[in-house]
């Protein structure tokens, strides 16, 4: 292969790992709806700002045209934010859930 391929092809790469770490990022965006909830523990509402905060900062563990770190940090956040409002009752889009045995008289 020649230079230009190798070119193309980092490129290629570079771009896809933005668009998921853009992608992500939009989606930890999305999920504060559920920050407000005071169900979700401290923890789980830290880790979710710290990825934003990590994502957008310059200082990375890996140069930043590898979005990787980035993407694995988002990852683990939203993980963790869906986990404790799971646990806290919340759905996907900010409501509490009912269970089923609390409606029974």
Known sequence: ???????????????????????LLVRVLRARKLLADAGIP???????????????SPVDLLPDPVYLDDIGFLLLALRSLHGAARAAGVGRHGERQVEARNLVP
Do not use: S
């Open 1 to 23: 292969m020649d230079t230009t391929a190798w070119i193309v092809i980092g490129a290629v790469f570079v771009l896809l790992t933005v668009g998921v770490a853009g992608v």
């Open 42 to 56: 401290l923890r789980d509402k830290a880790l979710l700002w710290a990825a934003v905060i990590y994502t957008v």
